[in-house]
């Protein structure tokens, strides 16, 4: 399993919108993607405090050629919405989880140094 994580760049102008607007854009490319059998989970939008007009949405899928295979051919679904809403293309990057283990035994202190 990977992990893809798409940047969405939206022009200043449409700020306001961006709800909106990645709920179009996923009614774009979503449908195709959720009926493929490399799809393994929902996507996570996540838009940056300090850089509002940029929004990551991170998905998980089974391998990064088969994801390659699915966003090539997404051009003619997203190509209008890119060239209205977007200041340049979706950037595409595939991550690979590192391995590692959870120290369950370590407690923490949740009580902030109350007795």
Sequence with gaps: MIH??????IKPEFTDRIPELMQRMDDLVGPPAHEH??????????Q??????RVD?????RSREEAEALT???GPLIDDFQARYCSVPREIVYLTEVPHEHDHDHEHDHNHGEE
Excluded at 4 to 9: G, I, K, Y
Excluded at 37 to 46: I, V
């Design 4 to 9: 893809v994580l798409e940047t969405w760049r």
């Design 37 to 46: 059998p490399a799809f393994l989970g929902h996507a996570t939008f996540l």
């Design 48 to 53: 940056h405090d300090d850089e509002p007009t």
């Design 57 to 61: 949405v991170l998905y998980p899928w």
């Design 72 to 74: 090539a051919g997404e």
